[in-house]
């Protein structure tokens, strides 16, 4: 090959080998954060759908205190679990990291907002 300029390509010193040296990419930070919210509100939201259940099977009033903080629970719930997903959502853009927590994150709040909305139209339907 010749330079256009005329002058030889740069050669390596004598004896000396040239490494390549492999990047290491980390994890994304709010990938991590995204699982972690639908893993927390996965189980925030079973419990509270569980515990309404439960109350509506033993007749309690819907302006009981406990009825209540059921349905601050599954509302709370889909809001934060709307937030894992913008999360999960940026974290699988966001500059040169893995991707598998952004992914699975995403994937799982997802999947629990997909669920309450079911839920809420089985709901519904039903009165």
């Keep these: 090959m010749s330079n256009p300029y005329g002058y030889p390509p740069p050669q390596p010193y004598p004896g000396v080998e040239y490494q390549t040296q492999e990047v290491k990419l980390k994890h994304s930070g709010l990938g991590i954060a995204s699982c972690i919210i639908a893993m927390l509100i996965g ?4 419990g509270s759908v569980i ?7 033993q007749h309690q009033r819907e302006d009981s205190p406990v009825m209540e903080l059921a349905g601050l629970g599954i ?3 889909v809001l934060i679990a709307l937030l894992g997903a913008i999360l999960g959502l940026i974290g699988l853009f966001a500059g040169r990291c ?10 799982l709040n997802i999947l629990i ?3 309450i909305g079911g839920l809420l139209v089985v709901g519904l339907a039903a009165k």
Excluded: T
Aim: glycine fraction near 12%; charged fraction near 10%.
């Design 43 to 46: 189980l925030i939201e079973v």
């Design 75 to 77: 509302c709370g719930g």
């Design 98 to 107: 893995k991707r598998v927590f952004p992914i699975i994150g995403l994937v």
């Design 51 to 57: 515990l309404a259940a439960v109350l509506v099977s």
């Design 113 to 115: 907002l997909l669920m």
